[in-house]
């Protein structure tokens, strides 16, 4: 019963609840009569949406759309959208960081409600979710949207390390740190440049290689390349999980003499020695401690605690526990979720949030209008693999982890074209049509240029 009395007044509860408090805590109990987080609210819609990234976003445009103003909230407590694709770009100084976010009031449909805060408790069972002020938000239907966060704590020492001013440890994961990638590259003339990829799945799991790609062919422009050692560890057993695109990964890598190890995870920078360590993966126990000057680190990710710790949502890894084909919910029925916080096996980017779209979507309406779900996701993805300045590889596949592409050209090769596509035309595909609900992903594109495609045998 406790965990449905709202934060505000449980707060206040406990100060009175003890027999003698101090002036300090009266102090604190006369704030929370004076705040507004006392005067909590009951909200009611029809869909709430819990996050505002790129699905939640898209979402929210759709159904607002459909269902009419006010219909559907949107609970982020975040000021800016970041378009997350861009960071890797930032980090090789090709983009800015202001070119990366739009406000959240720029982003989020009109005809949908925002509220400004976040979620804490979600009972499914009583359709409500409490936020961190208090208020209680009464559902009919509720789409997950959360992404993932990051935590770059569960690794001893990196957070400290990425604070350390001028430091030799970067990260383009986060907009915090970003900016500090291609500062720290223009100083680097000499040593081991090490890069990571961490145990746990990420956002856009192509971005960690992605990186060293580029900082490799900067070094190449500068002269020093080979005044420098570049090696990539990642916990994967693999360069890159689609065998189509690996097999052309791998002879870039040899080309360009950048180590791969996999199975090979951080667990433990040591700044003041500028030593990462590492653990193998397949014999358990077993560390290497490397010297670094510069060091790329990806954090640990995982679903928001707070969704994390409701049971009932999750699946054993954590993610909202949906059908991979319909993104409903396995056991509660008016729940869907979208994006990087589903449980659905796809890799976890923005393209896929599009192509869930219009699934989750339809089949959002139907359940509402008491018809079966007929729509199906396919485990679409795309990761757009710069290989430098220039070029990229166009990465598209499905949940076998088959090619999936949309071109007539063959996609597994570096390409201008589709660095051009990267760096320039999808900004504004996904600040003009995926965040207004007008782009489904590529989809029916890959219908029309079929015809230019040679025939299989």
């Given at each position: 019963?406790?965990?449905r009395?709202?934060?505000?007044?449980?707060?206040?509860?406990?100060?009175?609840?003890?027999?003698?408090y101090?002036?300090?805590?009266?102090?604190?109990?006369?704030?929370?009569?004076?705040?507004?987080?006392?005067?909590?609210k009951?909200?009611e819609?029809?869909?709430?949406?819990?996050?505002g990234?790129?699905?939640?976003?898209?979402?929210?445009?759709?159904?607002?759309?459909?269902?009419?103003?006010d219909?559907?909230?949107?609970?982020?407590?975040?000021?800016?959208?970041?378009?997350?694709?861009?960071?890797?770009?930032?980090?090789?100084?090709?983009?800015?960081?202001?070119?990366?976010?739009?406000?959240?009031?720029?982003?989020?449909?009109?005809?949908?409600?925002?509220?400004?805060?976040?979620?804490?408790?979600?009972?499914?069972?009583?359709n409500?979710?409490?936020?961190?002020?208090?208020d209680t938000?009464?559902?009919?239907?509720?789409?997950?949207?959360?992404?993932?966060?990051?935590?770059?704590?569960?690794?001893?020492?990196?957070?400290e390390?990425?604070?350390?001013?001028?430091?030799?440890?970067?990260?383009?994961?986060?907009?915090?740190?970003?900016?500090?990638?291609?500062?720290?590259?223009?100083?680097?003339?000499?040593?081991n440049?090490?890069?990571?990829?961490?145990?746990?799945p990420?956002?856009?799991?192509?971005?960690?290689?992605?990186?060293?790609?580029i900082?490799?062919?900067?070094?190449?422009?500068?002269?020093?390349?080979?005044?420098?050692k570049?090696?990539?560890?990642?916990?994967?057993?693999?360069?890159?999980?689609?065998?189509?695109?690996?097999?052309?990964?791998?002879?870039?890598?040899?080309?360009?003499?950048?180590t791969?190890?996999?199975?090979?995870?951080?667990?433990?920078?040591?700044?003041?020695?500028?030593?990462?360590?590492?653990e193998?993966l397949?014999?358990?126990?077993?560390?290497?401690?490397?010297?670094?000057?510069?060091?790329?680190?990806?954090?640990?990710?995982s679903?928001?605690?707070?969704?994390?710790?409701c049971?009932k949502?999750?699946?054993?890894a954590?993610?909202?526990?949906?059908?991979?084909?319909t993104?409903?919910?396995?056991?509660?029925?008016?729940v869907?979720?979208?994006?990087?916080?589903?449980?659905?096996?796809?890799?976890?980017?923005?393209a896929?949030?599009?192509?869930?779209?219009?699934?989750?979507?339809?089949?959002?309406?139907?359940?509402m209008?008491?018809?079966?779900?007929?729509?199906?996701?396919?485990?679409?993805?795309?990761?757009?693999?710069?290989?430098?300045?220039?070029?990229?590889?166009?990465?598209e596949?499905?949940?076998?982890?088959?090619?999936?592409?949309?071109?007539?050209?063959?996609?597994?090769?570096?390409?201008?074209?589709?660095f051009?596509?990267?760096?320039?035309?999808?900004?504004?595909?996904?600040?003009?049509?995926m965040?207004?609900?007008?782009?489904?992903g590529?989809?029916?594109?890959?219908?029309?240029?079929?015809?230019?495609?040679?025939?299989?045998?």
């Amino acid at each position: 019963m406790n965990s449905r009395i709202p934060l505000g007044i449980r707060q206040c509860n406990r100060l009175l609840a003890t027999p003698i408090y101090y002036a300090n805590e009266a102090s604190t109990l006369a704030r929370l009569f004076s705040t507004s987080r006392l005067h909590y609210k009951r909200h009611e819609c029809k869909v709430l949406v819990v996050g505002g990234g790129s699905g939640g976003c898209a979402m929210a445009a759709k159904l607002s759309s459909h269902l009419g103003k006010d219909k559907v909230i949107v609970l982020e407590p975040e000021d800016k959208h970041y378009y997350q694709p861009m960071f890797t770009l930032i980090g090789g100084g090709m983009k800015r960081l202001e070119h990366s976010y739009k406000t959240m009031a720029e982003v989020l449909p009109k005809k949908a409600k925002w509220l400004k805060e976040k979620a804490m408790e979600f009972e499914p069972d009583n359709n409500t979710v409490c936020t961190s002020g208090g208020d209680t938000i009464k559902y009919d239907f509720l789409l997950i949207a959360t992404g993932l966060q990051l935590k770059y704590e569960k690794i001893p020492g990196l957070a400290e390390a990425l604070e350390v001013p001028n430091g030799k440890v970067c990260s383009i994961y986060s907009p915090k740190y970003v900016e500090g990638v291609y500062d720290l590259l223009r100083r680097t003339n000499e040593g081991n440049l090490i890069f990571t990829f961490p145990a746990s799945p990420v956002k856009c799991p192509g971005a960690p290689q992605k990186i060293v790609y580029i900082v490799d062919h900067y070094l190449r422009k500068l002269g020093k390349r080979d005044k420098v050692k570049i090696t990539y560890n990642t916990a994967l057993p693999v360069l890159f999980g689609v065998k189509h695109y690996a097999d052309a990964l791998w002879p870039i890598c040899k080309k360009r003499n950048i180590t791969v190890n996999t199975r090979r995870n951080l667990v433990e920078v040591r700044h003041a020695e500028d030593i990462a360590v590492f653990e193998d993966l397949d014999h358990p126990g077993q560390l290497f401690e490397e010297k670094y000057s510069l060091l790329h680190a990806v954090p640990p990710m995982s679903a928001p605690d707070e969704l994390t710790k409701c049971r009932k949502l999750v699946n054993e890894a954590g993610f909202v526990d949906v059908n991979n084909s319909t993104l409903q919910h396995v056991r509660y029925s008016n729940v869907f979720a979208i994006g990087d916080s589903s449980g659905s096996p796809n890799s976890k980017t923005a393209a896929a949030a599009a192509a869930q779209s219009p699934v989750v979507y339809r089949n959002m309406i139907a359940a509402m209008e008491g018809r079966s779900l007929t729509d199906v996701y396919d485990g679409y993805a795309s990761c757009p693999l710069v290989t430098g300045y220039s070029t990229c590889i166009l990465a598209e596949f499905d949940y076998n982890l088959q090619p999936l592409e949309t071109f007539p050209v063959a996609q597994n090769k570096e390409r201008y074209s589709m660095f051009i596509m990267k760096k320039d035309f999808m900004p504004l595909l996904y600040w003009k049509l995926m965040l207004t609900g007008h782009w489904n992903g590529p989809g029916l594109m890959r219908k029309l240029l079929g015809v230019f495609k040679p025939s299989k045998k």
